[in-house]
């Protein structure tokens, strides 16, 4: 069935750093990709997605390219604040698989000053 | 516009207790869905609706009921609650189509003693 893997996390940066969140997945369709992100007491927020192969999300500084050949979706930015810190989940929704929207396990950062 | 809605936003149950936890949406979204979220697992999906009147199991669906008897509420329903069901639940809905974003509740955290 479909599956997300998302690299282990807490992932710990200095304010600036540069970001790196793998993301790969299992799908027997052509499933849409997302990234949401999770702040500490809310709910899930879209982050970003991209829906076809070769596609770039793109919002508040981060990216992620569709990649069908090495089934990725890798979450990047090029310098991190304090107010990134948060869990961001990879997540597909692949329309063969019943509308049904799979998730990664999520990755905690936390950014310091 | 609310978007999506939850309550309780806590509650305590002992084992063999009942409840509903409730949900809806004010953005006439044909998809619904209820995760539950536990440390170092991501979501899981419990049950999903793609319409009025049609609902369908997720990965984790036992012990659990859902109807959808309009098109802005999907209550969830713990038959007999037990400690394995404490976790951290979240709705969420979606125009339709897989492509279109999730929008996702506050969460109810549910503690099961």
């Known amino acids: 069935g479909d599956s997300v893997t998302q690299m282990e996390g807490p992932v710990t940066l200095s304010e600036e750093a540069f970001l790196t969140i793998n993301c790969t997945y299992t799908a027997t369709g052509y499933p849409s990709l997302f990234w949401y992100v999770q702040y500490p007491g809310e709910g899930l927020q879209l982050l970003l997605k991209?829906?076809?192969?070769?596609d770039k999300g793109s919002n508040k500084g981060f990216e992620a390219t569709y990649r069908k050949e090495t089934t990725s979706f890798h979450l990047e930015k090029g310098s991190v604040q304090v107010s990134d810190s948060a869990v961001y989940f990879c997540?597909?929704?692949?329309?063969?698989?019943?509308?049904?929207?799979?998730f990664g396990a999520g990755t905690r950062l936390f950014v310091k000053a | 516009n609310a978007g999506v809605t939850q309550t309780p936003k806590f509650q305590v149950l002992k084992t063999g207790q009942s409840m509903t936890l409730q949900c809806a949406q004010d953005m006439n979204h044909e998809y619904m869905s209820w995760y539950r979220q536990d440390p170092g697992m991501g979501l899981r999906l419990i049950h999903y609706s793609v319409g009025a009147g049609i609902t369908d199991q997720g990965e984790v669906p036992n012990g659990y009921n859902v109807s959808r008897s309009t098109t802005e509420d999907f209550p969830l329903r713990l038959l007999s609650a037990a400690p394995s069901q404490t976790s951290v639940y979240f709705c969420?809905?979606?125009?339709?189509?897989?492509?279109?974003?999730?929008?996702f509740g506050p969460g109810t955290r549910l503690t099961v003693l």
């Open positions: 991209a829906t076809k192969a070769d």
């Open positions: 969420a809905s979606r125009l339709h189509r897989s492509t279109d974003t999730q929008y």
């Open positions: 997540a597909l929704s692949d329309p063969t698989g019943g509308f049904k929207t799979i």
